[in-house]
C-alpha cells in the first residue's frame, strides 16, 4: 500500500514541477511578446516622442534619477530596464543615455530592500537581521554604481564595451542592427504587426505592452515563490 503511495506522491511532484515549468515558460514568452510589442509601440510613437526622450535623457545626471525615480515608483528594476532595453532596441534612445538611467535603476531596487525590512519593525531581532540584509544590498549596488557612473561619464568605458562585446557576437554594428529586432520570430511579429495595424496609436499600445511586460515579471516571481 505505501508503494502505491510513494508512486502517486512522486507522479504527483512531477505534475507539479512540469505544471511550474509551463508557467515559467509561458511567463517568459509573455515577456518576450511584450517585449516585442514594446519596440513596436515605441517606434509607432514617431519622431517628436523620440526627440523627447533624448532630450530628457541628454544630461546623464538627470538620465540617472529617471532611472532611480521609475524604478521607486513601481519598485522594479527589471522592468525598468526591459523599457530601456526596448527603447534602445526601437532607435528612440541612445545607448549612452540608456545607460545611467539602468544605473538608477539599480539603486533604486535600493528602495525595495528598505520597505520589506520595514516590515519587521514590530520583531526588534528580525527586523535587526532584515535591516542588515537591506543594508548590504543597498550599500553594494550604490558602491557600483558611484565606481561605474564616474568611468562611464568621463570615458564611456562601459557603453564602449557594450558595443564592441555586441559588435563581436553579431558581427553587425549598433547603429544598423536596432531596425526589426525581434524577440520572438516572424509568427509573433505578424500578430504583433496586426495588433499594430488594428489599435493604431501608440500611447495606447505603450500602455498595452508595459501592463503585459510588469504582469510578466509578477507572475514570473510568484511561480518562482
Do not use: C
Not at 517585449?35 to 526627440?51: H, N, R, V, Y
Amino acid at each position: 500500500m505505501s508503494s502505491v503511495e510513494n508512486t502517486n506522491d512522486r507522479h504527483l511532484k512531477w505534475g507539479v514541477y512540469a505544471k511550474n515549468i509551463g508557467y515559467i515558460l509561458l511567463a517568459l514568452l509573455i515577456f518576450l511578446f511584450a517585449l516585442d510589442l514594446m519596440i513596436s509601440s515605441f517606434q509607432q510613437l514617431g519622431k517628436t516622442a523620440a526627440e523627447t526622450i533624448l532630450l530628457a535623457t541628454s544630461n546623464p545626471f538627470t538620465a540617472l534619477f529617471i532611472g532611480l525615480l521609475i524604478t521607486a515608483i513601481i519598485q522594479s528594476s527589471s522592468a525598468t530596464t526591459s523599457m530601456v532595453v526596448a527603447l534602445v532596441a526601437s532607435g528612440s534612445l541612445s545607448l549612452e543615455s540608456a545607460l545611467p538611467i539602468i544605473m538608477g535603476a539599480n539603486i533604486g531596487t535600493t528602495i525595495t530592500s528598505t520597505i520589506v525590512s520595514l516590515g519587521f519593525i514590530a520583531k526588534r531581532k528580525e527586523f535587526i537581521r532584515a535591516v542588515s540584509a537591506g543594508t548590504y544590498h543597498d550599500f553594494f549596488n550604490i558602491l557600483t554604481i558611484t565606481l561605474l557612473f564616474p568611468i562611464e561619464y568621463y570615458y564611456g568605458l562601459v557603453s564602449s564595451l557594450s558595443q564592441y562585446l555586441a559588435t563581436t557576437f553579431f558581427h553587425e554594428p549598433i547603429a544598423s542592427s536596432t531596425n526589426n529586432i525581434s524577440f520572438l520570430g516572424t509568427g509573433f511579429t505578424a500578430i504583433i504587426q496586426l495588433l499594430v495595424d488594428g489599435i493604431n496609436n501608440g500611447f495606447v499600445l505603450t500602455l498595452l505592452s508595459f501592463g503585459l511586460l510588469f504582469g510578466s515579471i509578477l507572475f514570473f516571481r510568484k511561480v518562482l515563490t
